[in-house]
């Protein structure tokens, strides 16, 4: 009887392992920083992937940091913060509301919604079809975005 319940036991073990291998993902890590995170969320180094329907929060990831590039385009829901110059596509029925650092970028296109708060300078690229808006420093409610707009910091 011992002999089937470590036979058994072992075999769990191995699931358990071979779970939590694959929740790690190819790349060894969560999500894609090393931290907390969105699991759904996919990186090469500092260039990230919400897969198509997920919801991705991306301030605990690679994105997370500075210099980091996102792609958000197949109806997901983008939060969280990136550092300086950290550049956003956000589109195909997406809603992304994002912080983005010193010479941020966010390109909103049809079909998106994009709530964007500045740290700094950045800029913001809406397209038709697409609702934006734009918080700069000092600014207490966001600010429509039409076409283009700006946060320059002095």
Known sequence: MKNKQIKTAGAGMVLLFLAAL???GPGGTWGCGGGGGSAALTCTG???DCPAGEACDITDTA????SCSLDCM???DCTGEC???CSVDCGSGSTCDLTVGQSGSVTCTADSVCHVTCTGDCSVSCSVGADCDLTCPGDTEPTPVAE??????P
């Open 22 to 24: 694959a929740a790690l």
């Open 46 to 48: 500092t260039t990230c």
């Open 63 to 66: 994105c997370g940091g500075a």
């Open 74 to 76: 197949d109806n997901n």
């Open 83 to 85: 550092g300086a110059s």
């Open 148 to 153: 283009s707009g700006q946060c320059d910091v």
